[in-house]
């Protein structure tokens, strides 16, 4: 059985940089496109970031909005993928959604903001205040 479980979720002063982990379970060896979608109310929803490996090396891709101030990544030995926040602003307050689906395309199908993921978590809500 897939499981994704978020934590991490915080209120923060802007400029902060929360770090949040998400514990993978369920895949086995199966190659997964990982990501981070966030929702805040009113707004549509928003990948900030995805995440694939292939041939031991890790692909990444990043929303406008987030470049240079989020970081994706995954240690494989504890199947925890993260999401590192710095420099946060208050239009980054949203729910963050950790999520995956197994994959079996091309590694740059994973590299963008439409993703249509099988397995989600339950989110973690980032507040930012100016």
């Known amino acids: 059985q897939v499981q994704l479980a978020e934590s991490g979720g915080a209120s923060v002063q802007a400029g902060g940089s929360p770090r949040l982990p998400c514990d993978i379970s369920?895949?086995?060896?199966?190659?997964?496109?990982t990501g981070w979608p966030r929702q805040a109310p009113g707004e549509a929803r928003e990948t900030v970031a995805t995440?694939?490996?292939?041939?031991?090396?890790?692909?990444?891709y990043y929303a406008e909005s987030v470049k240079g101030r989020f970081t994706i990544s995954r240690d494989n030995n504890k199947n925890t993928l993260y999401l590192h926040m710095t420099a946060l602003k208050p239009e980054d307050t949203a729910k963050y959604y950790c999520?995956?689906?197994?994959?079996?395309?091309?590694?740059?199908?994973?590299?963008?903001?439409?993703?249509?993921?099988?397995?989600w978590g339950q989110g973690t809500q980032v507040t930012v205040s100016s």
């Open positions: 999520a995956a689906k197994p994959w079996y395309g091309p590694v740059s199908s994973c590299l963008h903001d439409e993703v249509e993921y099988t397995d």
């Open positions: 995440l694939i490996w292939y041939s031991d090396n890790p692909y990444t």
């Open positions: 369920g895949y086995a060896n199966t190659r997964t496109c």
